[in-house]
C-alpha cells in the first residue's frame, strides 16, 4: 500500500495530557498537588527534550492535546508548532467518551479542536482520551469533516472506516508507554518496566510490521516517556527504526492523507 520504495510506516506520536490525564484518573487529583505535578512535568521539563530529540533525529511528530491542557500551557504548545510538529485533537478534558452523551462528546471533540485551532494549525486528527470511541464517535468525526482517527486496535495497517470518510490509523496498547511505564494511584502494586524490556517488546513489534509492510503507530506520553533515562532509550530506539531501509517515519497526517488516496 506505500509509495514505491517504502516498506512500512512509523508514527512517532506523544499525548501532552499535562494535569488532565491525573483528573481523569480521579478527579479528586485537583487537590493534590503531587499527583498533579506528575502531569505538569510533562509541558514543564518533557517536551523542551523531547523537541530537542526529535530536531537531531529530523523527525516530525503528531503531538494529541487535550484543549485544556493547551489553555494551559499556551507556550508550550506553541513551542510544538513552531518546531513544525502536528497538532491534534484529544478531547477538550481527557474524559472518556464512555461517560458522555453523544451531544457531550460532540462537544468535547469541537472543542478541543477550537482551543488547538487558535494556534493557527488544521487539525484533522482525533485520539480519544484512552483510545475509547463510543458508537457515535466515528461518524461525529465524519460530521466534522476529520481526517483520521489513532484508536482501533484491530489491523496493522490504515484502513477506512465502512460508510466513512474517516481513516484509521490503528493502535495497541503493548506500543502505548503508559502501559509499560506508567505508574501512580490507585496502581501501587504495578511494576515499572525497564528500558530494555519495552525495547525488547517494541523491537519485536516494530520488526514484524516491518516484515508484513504495515503501520506502527508509537503513543507515548511526555510524562512518562520524558524522564531523562528513558529519553536515552527513545533516542536509540529511533536510530534502531530509521537504520531500516524503506521505512517512512511521518506525522499521523501525512500517513492519513497519503493512505485516503489509496485506500477505497
Ligand atoms: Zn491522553
Known amino acids: 500500500m506505500w509509495p514505491d520504495g517504502i516498506q512500512c510506516g512509523v508514527c512517532f506520536t506523544f499525548d501532552l495530557d499535562a494535569e488532565t490525564m491525573q483528573i481523569d484518573i480521579d478527579p479528586a487529583n485537583i487537590d493534590r498537588p503531587t499527583q498533579l505535578s506528575q502531569g505538569r512535568y510533562g509541558p514543564r521539563v518533557a517536551i523542551p527534550l523531547i523537541l ?7 523527525v516530525k511528530s ?25 497538532l491534534a485533537g484529544h478531547g477538550y478534558t481527557h474524559t472518556s467518551p464512555e461517560s458522555l452523551t453523544k451531544a457531550e462528546e460532540e462537544e468535547q471533540i469541537s472543542r478541543g479542536r477550537t482551543v488547538l485551532s487558535q494556534f493557527n494549525v488544521e487539525v484533522v486528527g482525533y485520539r480519544s482520551p484512552s483510545y475509547e470511541l463510543s458508537a457515535d464517535s466515528v461518524s461525529l468525526l465524519d460530521d466534522l469533516n476529520f481526517c483520521y482517527s489513532t484508536n482501533m486496535m484491530d489491523d496493522i495497517f490504515p484502513y477506512r472506516h465502512p460508510d466513512s470518510e474517516i481513516i484509521e490509523l490503528p493502535v495497541q496498547y503493548l506500543l502505548d508507554d503508559w502501559v509499560h511505564f506508567g505508574y501512580g494511584p490507585p496502581a501501587w502494586e504495578k511494576k515499572i518496566a525497564t528500558n530494555s524490556e519495552v525495547r525488547e517488546i517494541w523491537g519485536a513489534e516494530f520488526e514484524g510490521i516491518y516484515k508484513v509492510g504495515g503501520l506502527i503507530v508509537l503513543t507515548m506520553h511526555p510524562q512518562v516517556i520524558g524522564r531523562p533515562g528513558r529519553l536515552q532509550f527513545l533516542d536509540e530506539f529511533m536510530g534502531f527504526v530509521a537504520a531500516h531501509e524503506g521505512v517512512w517515519i511521518g506525522t499521523c497526517r501525512e500517513i492519513a492523507e497519503y493512505a485516503k488516496s489509496v485506500l477505497s
Open 52 to 58: 530537542s530529540l526529535l530536531d537531531e533525529r529530523n
Open 62 to 86: 503528531t503531538f494529541f492535546i487535550p484543549g485544556k491542557a493547551a489553555e494551559d500551557h499556551p507556550k508550550v504548545v506553541e513551542s510544538i508548532v513552531l518546531a513544525g510538529h502536528e
